[in-house]
């Protein structure tokens, strides 16, 4: 059975011990943990911190299949001084602050360091965001050429090869998250991505199908087309709310306000088919964790947590070993 786990970026303000408490409480299986929960650089060098973490982790029962560093791994590509976004300050450490070329230099260094935290906590697989240099290309006006485009997508894999290349001195892959304001945000940007990269097998994604389905893609087509680089799997849902007067873009409202188009919901309360989502999960042979990143602006955190992991443990079933048939022959 694949273990539910809790993603902890969105409960950043908690200490470990305190994270791990409560998503014992809400009835987790393990923590996707963020760098907020794990300092990489400790991890990567010190072996007596990795004890602590997990045995702090041991002490509630939990386990930890992946790690992540989204915002480290945003600011290598988007740091780059022609489109570097003061927002991005926020991310890195405060001594950085409009500097960009520190901040990146910062990142890389970062990312690089999260490979050999990742191996010293014994799990394979880092979920991250890698940036685009080509994000605000997206609506291709003032007019975009497809040169542009290819340079965008070459910078990043310039930036990131060498990430990589100590990725996989220490076997563990990259998972991106498939996300607006990455370079792969949809199904042909990921295409695009992977073939960019020639399909290394350190790339692969960070399923989550809340970023698809308010772009008008199908979720469970997604896995199946792209089944060998399901590296890590989101439980996220959307909730569309298209009635003549909400845009699908947003209209700059804050996320939770109801004149949005679309918004972030808890697992089950929005418009993700996720019984399609297993059973394609199934048919790729994915054995992961189902990480749930909750997000939901209208309605509290630990209420929302706890019926997230109830909800992800009723959905999480496996294939059947038998056809149902069978029987009938018999």
Known sequence: ??????????????????????????????????????????????PEYVKEVKDTLKKYGLGCWAISNHLAGQCVVDSIG??????????????????????????????????????????DVVTFFMGSPIWKYWYSFPQTSEQMIEEG?????????????????CGVKLALEVHPTEIAFD??????????????PTLGINFDPSHLIWQGLDPAVFILDFAARIYHVHVKDAKLNLNGRNGILGSHITFGDQRRGWNFVSPGHGDVDFDNIIRALNQIGYDGPLSVEWEDSGMQRNFGGKEACEFTKKINFMPSDVAFDDAIKA
């Open 1 to 46: 059975m694949r273990p539910v786990t809790l993603f902890t970026i969105q409960w950043g303000d908690l200490p470990l011990e305190e994270m791990c408490r409560q998503a014992q409480e809400m009835g987790y299986e393990g923590l996707e943990l963020s760098a907020s929960h794990l300092d990489m650089k400790r991890a990567a060098s010190d």
């Open 82 to 123: 022609s489109i570097y976004d003061s927002r991005l300050d926020g991310f890195a450490p405060a001594e950085y602050a409009g500097k960009p070329e520190e901040i990146q230099k910062w990142a890389i260094e970062e990312m690089k360091v999260t490979v050999h935290a990742a191996k010293a906590m014994g799990v």
């Open 187 to 200: 199904y042909w940007s990921t295409k695009k991505l992977l073939d960019v990269f020639e399909h290394r």
């Open 153 to 169: 997508y070459q910078k990043v894999k310039e930036l990131w090869s060498p990430i990589m290349d100590e990725f996989d001195k």
